[in-house]
């Protein structure tokens, strides 16, 4: 009983400092799922975090998989209501006030001050995942080649992800 | 291409369920582009310039930015309930998806092919996340000040592991001093 509610507040609170969307938190949840709860180790959390992305849908299934894992069906929806209904419910409140102030010089101001700690936060949500899934050298250079054809080439990256899955399967990793 | 039309579409909640059920089933490796085509080509919900200004204000304030849009849609159109149509809609079948991943995982997790598999597939996620990184920075190569924000940021929430509050208030607080002049 008491484990979804932790799911839920846990994830409640990481839900309006997600700036820039969700990956902006992902070293957070790691420190709080992995660091401060014990719910998973860092290998799970990084498998999760890898079976989330081959899924259809908002790249934020990360979180309904950690409750899933840790209190079943109601940890599920626990973890991932508490990660959508408090930025929900702002923006909700918020879209009808933008068109109002979309011409003033402070929001342009403050937006332009969140873009770089997005970039940063999203940067570290990268190192803390590659870091987890750097097992050898092979894997390593799976990382970087994916990483390389998605920048240069307009392919579906669901491709890739199915190429590094067989990739494993033949033990390259 | 024709204009766009003159008066605001009239969308059902039902209709906002449906649509926004079909993206999320869509969405494979970003759900984004799909989004905007059900909204803006196919079912002419909004034109691009109001799309692209609806989606603008998704981006800005916290949380993933296609729930956001799904949230701020359904509210245009049709209210709370619209808003929880849309939301629903567009998390339902891939939560679903999601949770029977997990429970195959959970089944066969032990065989070694699999585990095989899941480093082969989480290598590649890494890509991808590594990717995305480098395309959001992108934009910033030409502004040391942020890039050195950006850098700041990075340190502290990768190698030190600073609390997130901390980090967003001691980042967003050094973006506003950087820009004040330019404001």
Known sequence: ?173 | MPPPPEAPARVSSADLFLGFLGIGLSGFGGVLPWARRMVVERRRWLDAASFNDLLALCQFLPGPNVINLSVALGGRFAGWRGALAAFAGLMLAPMAIVIGLGALYTSYGDLALVQHLFRGLAAGASGLIVATAAKIAWPLRRQPAALAIAALVWLAAATFRAPLIAVLVAGTGLGLLAGWRAR
Do not use: K
């Open chain 1, 1 to 173: 009983m008491m484990l979804p509610l932790t799911l839920f507040l846990t994830f409640a609170a990481l839900s309006p400092l997600a700036f820039g969307g969700g990956n902006t938190i992902l070293p957070e949840m790691q420190r709080e799922v992995v660091g401060v709860h014990h719910w998973l180790s860092a290998s799970d959390f990084v498998a999760l975090y890898a079976l989330a992305q081959a899924a259809p849908g908002p790249n934020m299934l990360v979180a309904t998989l950690i409750g899933w894992r840790v209190a079943g069906l109601g940890g599920a929806l626990a973890a991932t209501f508490g990660l959508c209904l408090p930025s929900s419910f702002l923006t909700f409140a918020i879209a009808g006030l933008w068109w109002r102030f979309r011409e003033a010089s402070w929001r342009r101001w403050i937006q332009a001050a969140l873009v770089p700690v997005t970039v940063g936060l999203v940067g570290a949500g990268a190192a803390v995942i590659a870091a987890g899934t750097a097992l050898g050298l092979a894997a390593v250079l799976i990382t970087a080649l994916v990483a390389l054809l998605t920048l240069t080439t307009r392919a579906n990256p669901l491709w890739f992800l199915a190429a590094s899955a067989l990739a494993g399967m033949l033990g390259l990793v």
